[in-house]
């Protein structure tokens, strides 16, 4: 039952290449140990074959054959993991600037981010990139790894100053729990273990902080449940059900929803999990629902409680702009909200977002991993909330009509530590 109880941290490692975001995993995996034998085995083969004298931990992550030739990770790596008190679904995210879309969509689910430091280095442009696309992806809990602290002699002085720096730039980025650790993750000082080379830091381990840190951010918000529905369901006797996964807040059978954008307002009758008959759900559960009062809702209609989301089918937003070729206004694309799709067109580029000012720069086009503020008209109208209040329902995807490839992820509203 312990096992069963735990709660899910989602985290992802943010940060620039090379500065051992892999190998912190790696290292932490290890130490705690997650990996069987067949596994460490493979790592000491590919670590032998590109003649490396001991085990590069980078390799347990790195699984392509690309990124172990080039010794960078190139795709997102997910790995699972547990420790006595919770379970981690661990993104390990590129560092390359060119991967910049991989990492946006590592964190794009993560309660937390995992930023790791070169301590020789202290935050390069590719940092504040990654940690100003974590924040406008509403990741507010940040761990930061000041990492090769080996390579200073385990100063103090060197520490603080990467600190200092860290600190001002989260606070900026409007960040709430920020913790700092001085770790050496190819040695494994402060990662599962408290280093005994670093008798001044007081503060917790990786793997402590992680324990510690709140989990759920996700789905969870306190401004109502959110059910974008996915599917109808046809019960055995006549009726029909609604499936979707829940986010934003607890349902239960009584209360009383709005289907939208429809404006029909209705309660729940019953409610199913994948466990069978319940008469509640939470942020993150797949369920079905049945409602008092039959309607026409299709997939791609949301039921929400209050208060309730906005109906539109114009609005501004942050978009991470992954597409090969630039976007510019009068552009036509479409747009994935929830479970809607829709034709969609960008009616103004309002500006780019400057990384080392955070300003907003005139600009009349958004390139590959531009981020930027565009004014948006969809064809249908959207059961929307800021992306502040809600990560689920404030967000979408961009597709090109022509190749189906995505081509940006996209925040409804203007975040916050933007100029005004």
């Known amino acids: 039952m312990k096992h069963v109880t735990k709660d899910l941290l989602r985290l992802a490692t943010v940060g620039s290449v090379d500065d051992g975001k892999s190998t912190l995993i790696g290292r932490l995996l290890v130490d705690t140990r997650q990996l069987f034998d067949d596994q460490l085995d493979a790592v000491a083969t590919a670590s032998e074959r590109r003649g490396v004298g001991d085990l590069d931990l980078s390799f347990v992550t790195d699984g392509l054959r690309a990124e172990r030739e080039q010794g960078i990770t190139i795709d997102v790596a997910y790995r699972y993991a547990s420790s006595p008190t919770r379970k981690f679904i661990i993104a390990d995210c590129p560092g390359h600037v060119q991967y910049t879309r991989n990492m946006a969509t590592g964190a794009s689910t993560a309660d937390l981010a995992l930023v790791v430091l070169n301590v020789a280095q202290g935050v390069k442009e590719q940092t504040r990139r990654h940690l100003c696309i974590t924040a406008l992806l509403g990741v507010r809990t940040a761990i930061i790894a000041i990492n090769k602290m080996d390579t200073v002699d385990w100063s103090q002085a060197a520490y603080e100053a990467v600190v200092t720096d860290v600190s001002a730039l989260t606070a900026e980025l409007g960040f709430g729990t920020v913790v700092t650790v001085p770790v050496s993750a190819l040695s494994g000082e402060n990662v599962a273990e408290a280093s005994s080379h670093m008798p001044w830091y007081h503060g917790p381990t990786i793997l402590e902080a992680l324990e510690t840190s709140d989990a759920g951010s996700w789905t969870t918000t306190d401004h109502g449940a959110r059910l974008p529905i996915q599917r109808i369901l046809r019960q055995e006797g006549g009726g029909r059900t609604y499936a979707g996964m829940l986010n934003g807040a607890d349902l239960h059978v009584g209360d009383e929803v709005t289907l939208l954008p429809a404006g029909v307002t209705t309660t729940i009758t019953d409610m199913r999990s994948g466990s069978g008959v319940t008469s509640s759900a939470s942020p993150g559960l797949s369920i079905d629902v049945g409602l008092a009062m039959e309607t026409n809702a299709g997939r791609g209609d949301l039921l929400a409680t209050a208060p309730l989301p906005t109906i539109t089918k114009e609005f501004l937003a942050t978009v991470c702009w992954f597409g090969d070729n630039a976007v510019t206004p009068g552009q036509r694309l479409r747009l994935k909200h929830t479970t809607r799709v829709t ?74 530590f933007l100029d005004a």
């Open 343 to 416: 034709p969609a067109r960008v009616i103004a580029i309002e500006g780019t977002i400057a990384i080392d000012s955070l300003a907003v720069d005139a600009s009349g086009q958004l390139v590959t991993n531009d981020i930027g503020l565009v004014r948006i008209q969809t064809a249908d109208a959207l059961v929307v909330d800021d992306y502040q209040v809600n990560r689920v329902t404030g967000s979408f995807v961009l597709i090109d009509e022509v190749s189906n490839a995505t081509v940006a992820a996209g925040m409804i509203g203007r975040a916050q």
